[in-house]
């Protein structure tokens, strides 16, 4: 079904895994890896065996970002334009359900995380990296802006003097440096990149999932919104949270000093 990523589904536990393709050195975002990602996250958004969803590349890349070679082609063709409208409609989509996703999303950035590859990490809601990983808001240097909402997510991650750096420039940032910015929760050795990430997602696979995709709703809708409204809708998403499943389980499960067993209904 898919040729540019491999998805691999273990209990409620998912994962997406960029491949090398075409004799690329790195995963890109490509059109066809843009259309395959974008498919196999909305089948896992309908698999409601599925709680958690890790993302994940190849070799020595997260995600390289956009394919180079394929710009190249469409602005000796004239047709530069007309690329990037179809190649962002979706990886747009993409940014978009990521962070409205009912499950949460684990990136695990074991490499290169460049361009549009920086912001799909940006768009999970975990980001762990290994020591190797290296990330960069790199649209300045072929005089795009930074893409896959990335003027989105910097000035509200990061100070706009430190936004304004990463993207102006867009140069390397180490594993270390995002992990002191904020941007990566946690850094580990290569080697434990992929048990540590297994380690999280098993945990998140145990919480009330319900929970964590109405969380997400309520975190991007205040975003934008002002803080009586806000206020309103976090009260109203509460006294539904008040009649599920997990919350009987939860509260029950307190009462008799056990361990709970959510359901994510």
Not at 163 to 170: M, R, T, V, Y
């Amino acid at each position: 079904m898919y040729k540019n990523v491999e998805l691999e589904i273990n209990g409620p536990i998912a994962k997406i895994t960029l491949k090398i393709v075409e004799n690329r050195k790195f995963p890109t975002l490509d059109m066809q890896t843009g259309k395959e990602l974008l498919a196999a996250i909305k089948n896992c958004e309908k698999d409601e065996k599925i709680r958690v969803l890790i993302i994940t590349g190849t070799g020595k890349a997260f995600s390289a970002g956009g394919d180079i070679k394929q710009f190249k082609e469409s602005i000796e063709k004239g047709k530069s334009k007309e690329l990037m409208d179809e190649l962002t409609k979706d990886l747009y989509q993409i940014a978009y359900i990521l962070r409205t996703l009912r499950m949460p999303v684990i990136a695990a950035v074991n490499g290169y995380a460049i361009g549009a590859g920086m912001n799909l990490a940006l768009s999970c809601d975990i980001i762990l990296a290994s020591e190797k990983a290296r990330f960069a808001e790199s649209f300045i240097n072929i005089g795009l802006i930074p893409g896959f909402a990335g003027t989105y997510y910097m000035p509200r991650l990061v100070p706009w003097p430190k936004a304004a750096e990463i993207c102006f420039f867009g140069e390397m940032i180490s594993a270390t440096e995002m992990e002191k910015l904020g941007l990566v929760n946690k850094v580990v050795s290569p080697e434990k990149l992929e048990a540590v990430t297994n380690e999280y997602a098993e945990k998140l696979a145990k919480r009330p999932t319900l929970a964590i995709g109405r969380m997400k709703k309520l975190f991007m809708d205040g975003l934008s919104k002002d803080f009586e409204t806000a206020l309103e809708d976090e009260r109203k998403i509460q006294v539904l949270s008040g009649g599920t499943e997990d919350y009987k389980e939860g509260v029950f499960a307190l009462n008799e000093k056990r361990k709970p067993t959510f359901k994510g209904k």
